[in-house]
Structure formats: structure tokens, C-alpha cells
């Protein structure tokens, strides 16, 4: 027998470890095989064959202008957390529910196929459609392939609603993400002739302080509508490697950094920036040695979700919501993917986020009720 209740199936999508380094088809088979019980189509779209996948599944009409329901399968890793019971294996303790997942995002996903049965005896007008993707949690690059196949052989939606945790609130912006690595080539020499090599970490470091001044003025620019929190773009390092010993002028010096941007900023004006310090700095390295250089290369790039006052979507999950006003987040989402190919999409799920990738993760119950509610007046609307 099929699990009926939200808590029932979200218990079951625990249980599949789906952590971005391990595959999500078994995950997939099994919401597969739910739909199937319930007469629902559906297609796989895939990133990584045989490894990683993306589903697209339809309750109602096959017409255009339908309302997509997105969330992600993958969750973060649990190594090294101390968790009081089995990430694993759902837990209810004082109304919480506890589980890798729960919140971020298995919750939502648990509710959206619990209200299939709903959604299939109200009649629908305009479809519901489902499209849980992979690997957003390593730069939303899963869902990008599910993305284009809709924007090329499938009806178009009306409106997303991106499932992320907001606590059931409607969010209409978000900043971007977009992570670079860059990879300084200097060349080797004893630390006594540092005049024969070339420093790859101090290269390194010139690029590193433009970023910090990059950053300050960054908050100097601020943000205009006053809406996101920190209230201004951001610009940081993450991981830096390189050198030998003390006693060796480093040929190699690599670090990763990324941006997360105001929606509206402009997204190339960071990376321009760092270029021309690059082709500033690189003519004396080149003096040295002739394979000296500095490379940048753009490892993920998540678009920001730039507010649209009254679009579809932002109007359909106000009036689910029971809410008269919206709300930004500074975490990114698969929304602005969406948006970049015309579909409005606001986020909006269960739970909040700051209990998102922490040991002991957790939802609250009546999170799933608010989110069981949220979508029996979606579908009313559909009606």
C-alpha cells in the first residue's frame, strides 16, 4: 500500500541517502512508482545518466499556463555532524521532525505528493505540474537540463513555486551565486633567488586584496531597496592552496571565491575587475617564465531571483499563503532559472531554513499542516 500522509512519505524519502555525491535514481524509482499507484505521467529528464536525474510529472490538463511545483532531491552531507538520531530515519520529537531532508527539502516534496490525491479529484482546469530536481546543493546545476527541456518541448507554465524553507512565507527575490577558481602559474626557484622566480602566492595575494577591495565596495554601493539582509552584495575566499616549503619560491597558488549579488547588479562587473588586474600582472611574470600566468575560470553559476511586483506567481502564493506582503532571502534557489526563461517564480515552503544543513535537522509539524493548507487553496485556484 502506497504512504498517504505527508509524514508517512516524508519518512520514506528520508530513508534514501541522497546526499549530491551519491546517485538519486533510487529516490526518483520510488516517486516513480507512487505516481504509477495514481495514474500520474511523468518523464525523467537527465543530468548525470544512470546517475543523477530530474523528474517532471503532470496532474490535470495538458495545457498551457500550468503551475510547477519545483524542489530538489539532494541534500548535504552528514559527515562529521553529531546527530542525536539517524539522519537517516524520520524522528518526531515535541511535534519536530527530525532527518536529513527534512527541511531542505524533502518536507515540501513529501506534501506535494501527498495532495495527489487531492490534487487529481479537484478537477483541475489548469495543470500542477512536479519538477524535483538533482545536485542543487553543489551549485543548482542539476536542474538545468529539466529548465531547457521545458522552455523547449513542454507547455508553458503560468507561474513556479520553488518549495525552499521560508516558513510558508512568499519571497519574490533572492541574490545569485556564482563561484569562480582561479589558478596563479609562477615559477619555482630557490626562496635565497627570489628575483629568478615567479611567487604564485603572492600573485595570488594581489588578486586577493582587489577582491577585498572589491568587497568594500561592494557595502559602500549597499542595497537600494533596503529588502535583503546583509543589506549589500557580498564578495569572499573560500579555499586557498599552494607553496611547497618555506624554502622554495612557489610555482602554484590556486583558491576558489564567489559573489552573491543584489538581483539586480550587474553580474560581469567582478569579473571584469579581476581580469584587468590579471593582464596587469601578468607581463612581469611572463618576463620570468613564459608559461607564468593567471587563469579565472567560472566553476557554477546560480542567476538571482529578481523581484516582479505582482506576476503570477508572486499573486497565486500570496493568495495560498493567506499573506499580503513578500519577503528576500540572501540563499539562492533553482527560482532564478526559472525566471530566466520567462517563467515567474516566487519560493516559497515549509520550515525554516536556519535549521538547514545542521546536525539534528528538522520541521516542525504543523509546518506540514500551514503546507498541506497552502496547496488545497492552489488547487481551489486551479479549479
Not at 28 to 40: N, P, Q, R, S, T
Amino acid at each position: 500500500m502506497l504512504p498517504a500522509t505527508s509524514e508517512d512519505i516524508l519518512a520514506k524519502l528520508i530513508s534514501f541517502d541522497t546526499t549530491s555525491r551519491e546517485s538519486n535514481i533510487p529516490l526518483i524509482a520510488w516517486i516513480e512508482e507512487f505516481l504509477d499507484g495514481h495514474g500520474v505521467p511523468h518523464l525523467r529528464v537527465d543530468y548525470e545518466e544512470g546517475k543523477k536525474t530530474n523528474l517532471y510529472a503532470t496532474i490535470g490538463p495538458d495545457v498551457e499556463g500550468g503551475i510547477v511545483l519545483s524542489g530538489h532531491t539532494d541534500v548535504v552531507p552528514v559527515d562529521g555532524q553529531a546527530w542525536t538520531s539517524d539522519p537517516f530515519a524520520l524522528t518526531l520529537r515535541d511535534g519536530l521532525l527530525y532527518g536529513r531532508g527534512t527541511c531542505d527539502m524533502k518536507g515540501f516534496i513529501a506534501v506535494c505528493l501527498a495532495m495527489v490525491p487531492a490534487f487529481q479529484q479537484a478537477k483541475l482546469k489548469v495543470p500542477i505540474h512536479f519538477a524535483f530536481s538533482c545536485d542543487e546543493e553543489v551549485g543548482c546545476r542539476g536542474v538545468v537540463p529539466l529548465v531547457e527541456h521545458m522552455r523547449d518541448h513542454l507547455k508553458r507554465p503560468a507561474a513556479v513555486i520553488v518549495g525552499e524553507p521560508t516558513s510558508m512565507q512568499v519571497v519574490n527575490a533572492h541574490k545569485s551565486a556564482v563561484r569562480y577558481g582561479t589558478e596563479v602559474t609562477g615559477h619555482e626557484s630557490h626562496s635565497a633567488l627570489t628575483d629568478r622566480g615567479v611567487n604564485a602566492i603572492m600573485v595570488a595575494a594581489e588578486i586577493i586584496s582587489e577582491i577585498n577591495r572589491i568587497r568594500e565596495d561592494l557595502i559602500a554601493e549597499g542595497d537600494s531597496t533596503g529588502r535583503f539582509n546583509p543589506p549589500y552584495s557580498t564578495i569572499h575566499v573560500g579555499v586557498i592552496k599552494g607553496g611547497t616549503a618555506n624554502n622554495i619560491v612557489p610555482k602554484s597558488c590556486s583558491f576558489s571565491w564567489e559573489t552573491r549579488l543584489l538581483p539586480t547588479a550587474d553580474r560581469e562587473a567582478v569579473p571584469k575587475r579581476i581580469a584587468a588586474l590579471s593582464r596587469k600582472l601578468e607581463p612581469a611574470m611572463k618576463k620570468v617564465s613564459a608559461v607564468a600566468g593567471i587563469s579565472t575560470e567560472k566553476m557554477t553559476d546560480v542567476p538571482g531571483l529578481a523581484p516582479e511586483q505582482d506576476s503570477p506567481a508572486e499573486v497565486l502564493a500570496l493568495h495560498c499563503a493567506h499573506a499580503n506582503s513578500t519577503h528576500t532571502v540572501s540563499y539562492c534557489t533553482e527560482a532564478g532559472h526559472f525566471q530566466s526563461i520567462g517563467i515567474p517564480a516566487v519560493v516559497c515552503g515549509p520550515g525554516s531554513i536556519e535549521q538547514a544543513h545542521k546536525p539534528d535537522e528538522f520541521i516542525a509539524v504543523d509546518q506540514l499542516r500551514k503546507c498541506e493548507a497552502f496547496m488545497s487553496r492552489l488547487a481551489a485556484k486551479c479549479c
